[in-house]
C-alpha cells in the first residue's frame, strides 16, 4: 500500500532553514507527483508547490518562491522541502502529499498524505 | 490566482440529518474540453492529514462511503453528507485543482448536536 513517511518534528530559530523527508514506499516513486501543504496552528491548509519526482521538475506557490526548494533522491524513493529564511509564522505542520494518479486531469489531485511534519519557529 | 470560499465556517447538526457545505471559487474550475470540474473535497480529523473525500467535484475516492455526494459546476459546488455519522465530525475543505496554486477554502468544521 502507499505510505509516505516524513522526518520528525523540528525546532528552529528565526533566520534558520529546515529540511523535512517524505519517503515514499508501496508504489514507483517517480511515477506520481509530490505536493507539499502546510497547516500553522489552528488553521487551513495551505498548498505550497509540486515537484515531479522523475524529471526533477517544480511549481511554487508565489508566496513561497525564492525561499523554499523542493528536491528528491530516487535511490531511496525520498522528497525533501527545504524552506529558509524562517520566520514565527512559518510555524505549522508540513506535509507532503501523492497526486491521485497521472496526467493533467489528476494534477494536484492529492490522494496520499503523509503524517505531517511540525515546524516550530521560535527564539 | 484562484480563491476558495466555503460556508459556513462552522456546522453543528444531530446524527441522521443531512449536512451541506459550499464551496465557491472566484473563477471558473471547469474544462470546456472535457467538461470536468476541477473541484476536490477533503476531510480533517483532529490530529490526522488530510483524507480525500471527492474530485472532479462529484467522484468518490477509493473507500469513501456513499452517504458523501458532491454536486456543482463552474463557480458553486456542495459537499453533501445524507446523514451525518458520529464519525463524520471533522474540519472539511474544498480545494480547486484547475490552476496552480491549487488552492484549498478556509474550512468548514462540522460538529455533531
Known amino acids: 500500500q502507499v505510505q509516505l513517511v516524513q522526518s520528525g518534528a523540528e525546532m528552529k530559530k528565526p533566520g534558520a532553514s529546515v529540511k523535512v523527508s517524505c519517503k515514499a514506499s508501496g508504489y514507483t516513486f517517480t511515477t506520481y507527483d509530490i505536493n507539499w501543504v502546510r497547516q500553522a496552528p489552528g488553521q487551513g491548509l495551505e498548498w505550497m508547490g509540486w515537484m515531479n519526482p522523475n524529471s526533477g521538475n517544480t511549481g511554487y506557490s508565489q508566496k513561497f518562491q525564492g525561499r523554499v526548494k523542493f528536491t528528491r533522491d530516487t535511490s531511496i524513493s525520498t522528497a525533501y522541502l527545504e524552506l529558509s529564511s524562517l520566520t514565527s509564522d512559518d510555524t505549522a505542520v508540513y506535509y507532503c502529499a501523492r497526486v491521485l494518479g497521472i496526467g493533467n486531469m489528476i494534477r494536484g489531485v492529492l490522494g496520499y498524505w503523509g503524517q505531517g511534519t511540525l515546524v516550530t519557529v521560535s527564539s | 490566482d484562484i480563491v476558495m470560499t466555503q460556508s459556513p465556517d462552522s456546522l453543528t447538526l444531530s446524527l441522521g440529518e443531512r449536512a451541506t457545505i459550499n464551496c465557491k471559487s472566484s473563477q471558473s474550475v471547469l474544462y470546456s474540453s472535457n467538461n470536468q470540474n476541477y473541484l476536490a473535497w477533503y476531510q480533517q480529523k483532529p490530529g490526522q492529514p488530510p483524507k480525500l473525500l471527492l474530485y472532479w467535484a462529484s467522484t468518490r475516492g477509493s473507500g469513501v462511503p456513499d452517504r458523501f455526494s458532491g454536486s456543482g459546476s463552474g463557480t458553486d459546488f456542495t459537499l453533501t453528507i445524507s446523514s451525518l455519522q458520529a464519525e463524520d465530525v471533522a474540519v472539511y475543505y474544498c480545494?480547486?485543482?484547475?490552476?496552480?496554486?491549487?488552492?484549498f477554502g478556509q474550512g468548514t468544521k462540522l460538529e455533531i448536536k
Open positions: 480545494q480547486q485543482h484547475y490552476s496552480s496554486p491549487y488552492s
